[in-house]
T-cell receptor, first 114, second 112 residues
Framework: AQSVAQPEDQVNVAEGNPLTVKCTYSVSGNPYLFWYVQYPNRGLQFLLKYITGDNLVKGSYGFEAEFNKSQTSFHLKKPSALVSDSALYFC????????????FGSGTQLTVLP | NAGVTQTPKFQVLKTGQSMTLQCAQDMNHNSMYWYRQDPGMGLRLIYY???????DKGEVPNGYNVSRLNKREFSLRLESAAPSQTSVYFC???????????FGSGTRLTVV
């Protein structure tokens, strides 16, 4: 079975500071990993994905994530946070040897303070 | 550039009433999904359809049925709504190439 953990329900960061949103996963094989963002009263929007290759993945809006196989982590990062980055962030995983559906974490509410 | 369209956006039902949530995608994706989102629980898979003509249960299928009407449309039916089904419902689609999902904007359902 595949699973995802987002250990922080809430992350607060000051505008201009770097931000990190944590994600750890569990799958039996090599994972496909994703980050999505949800703004209030909207659907989820794709940010970035790791399928294979370089462990550092760059995505939309200046976000990036680092795949760490030994720590089974896929933390989302941004060097300089913006107030407009405030949103709900979801990590998701898929075992490529299994069915196509993604398993999502419980979400992390990011608040960037002006 | 519609992507995934869900209707309705909001709905209030009385306990025991039935309704169907509609979902359509115009990206020629093979796979479609229904998730529910509840505070602190993330998104949980209700049902999915890997391809036209097939449907399978997800993590929380009880109280729901689905129909993959054609490649574009995947509907979710609540036969006898219960307050525990109060949630935000999201439809999504994917193809075998991108590995990720495109989501609809959601249906906020309240059962009283």
């Amino acid at each position: 079975a595949q699973s995802v953990a987002q250990p922080e329900d809430q992350v607060n960061v000051a505008e201009g500071n770097p931000l990190t949103v944590k994600c750890t996963y569990s799958v039996s094989g090599n994972p496909y990993l994703f980050w999505y963002v949800q703004y209030p009263n909207r659907g989820l929007q794709f940010l970035l994905k790791y399928i294979t290759g370089d462990n550092l993945v760059k995505g939309s809006y200046g976000f990036e994530a680092e795949f760490n196989k030994s720590q089974t982590s896929f933390h989302l990062k941004k060097p300089s946070a913006l107030v407009s980055d405030s949103a709900l962030y979801f990590c998701a995983v898929r075992d490529p040897r299994g069915a196509r559906q993604l398993t999502f974490g419980s979400g992390t509410q990011l608040t960037v303070l002006p | 550039n519609a992507g995934v369209t869900q209707t309705p956006k909001f709905q209030v039902l009385k306990t025991g009433q039935s309704m169907t949530l509609q979902c359509a995608q115009d990206m020629n994706h093979n796979s479609m999904y229904w998730y529910r989102q509840d505070p602190g629980m993330g998104l949980r898979l209700i049902y999915y359809s890997a391809s036209e003509g097939t449907t399978d249960k997800g993590e929380v299928p009880n109280g729901y049925n689905v129909s993959r009407l054609n490649k574009r449309e995947f509907s979710l039916r609540l036969e006898s709504a219960a307050p525990s089904q109060t949630s935000v419902y999201f439809c999504a689609s994917s193809d075998s190439g991108t590995y990720g999902y495109t989501f609809g904007s959601g249906t906020r359902l309240t059962v009283v």
